[in-house]
């Protein structure tokens, strides 16, 4: 199956400091990636559209000049926290859309876990 | 209320007992639904996809009641190696490159 990684797959950083999170896809060809945030007991929640080329989609209430967003390719998509803070610690996780059997399948990366002291 | 709703759980059960998980969705435009597990601080993944019709794979069977806006996913003979967390999920896109919506989860655990 088509495989994605993250790095780091953990990162502690001092409050104000920004943090660079890595979204690649290894076995394929990815125009669109998403990202995610999962605080504890929660559910996924959706960040950003990310298309390769193209400035990504954010929902709505997520700052899109704090997380910068760069899909600069067709296998890298990473994720910029800008002067972070504690309440930015949470499950950060990612998927990239590939075809299967003719439909598109998001497949996720295992994840990054920021904590902000 | 929230786009999909979910059991809270936590389920105990045991070991090759039969536990059905409900999920209810609130937008009539959704049109792809998927159950996911999710085990701890892991990624989650697809455990299946769920039809009209009902679909089965080996010991899971998912029921999706469009009128109601109702999802199920049955687990027989559950094992150990099932307890995580089960997330229900829908999407308005038919060619799966929509934004995936997901639940809460309901936990679940098997007692051996």
């Known amino acids: 199956g088509a495989v994605v990684s993250q790095h780091p797959s953990r990162v502690i950083c001092k409050s104000g400091t920004s943090v660079k999170i890595e979204c690649r896809s290894l076995?394929?060809?990815?125009?669109?990636m998403f990202w995610y945030r999962q605080f504890p007991k929660q559910s996924l929640m959706l960040m950003a559209t990310?298309?390769?080329?193209?400035?990504?989609?954010?929902e709505q209430g997520v700052e899109k000049d704090k997380f910068l967003i760069n899909h600069a390719s067709l296998t890298l998509s990473t994720l910029t926290v800008t002067s972070a803070h504690p309440e930015d610690s949470s499950f950060y996780i990612c998927?990239?859309?590939?075809?299967?059997?003719?439909?598109?399948?998001?497949?996720f990366g295992p994840g990054t876990r920021l904590t902000v002291l | 209320r929230k786009e999909v709703e979910q059991d809270p759980g936590p389920f105990n059960v045991p070991e090759g007992a039969t536990v059905a998980f409900n999920c209810t969705y609130s937008?009539?435009?959704?049109?792809?639904f998927f159950w996911y597990r999710q085990d701890c601080r892991k990624e989650p993944k697809l455990l299946m996809s769920?039809?009209?019709s009902g679909n089965e794979d080996g010991r899971f069977t998912a029921q999706l009641n469009r009128a109601s806006q109702y999802i199920s996913l049955l687990i027989r003979d559950s094992k150990l190696s099932d307890s995580a967390t089960y997330l229900c999920?829908?999407?308005?896109?038919?060619?799966?490159?929509?934004?995936?919506?997901f639940g809460t989860g309901t936990r679940l655990t098997i007692i051996p």
């Open positions: 998927s990239a859309l590939a075809v299967v059997h003719s439909y598109n399948e998001q497949f």
């Open positions: 937008n009539s435009a959704s049109q792809s």
């Open positions: 999920v829908v999407t308005k896109s038919n060619f799966g490159n929509e934004k995936l919506t």
């Open positions: 769920v039809y009209s």
């Open positions: 076995d394929f060809q990815a125009t669109t």
């Open positions: 990310s298309n390769e080329g193209s400035k990504a989609t954010y």
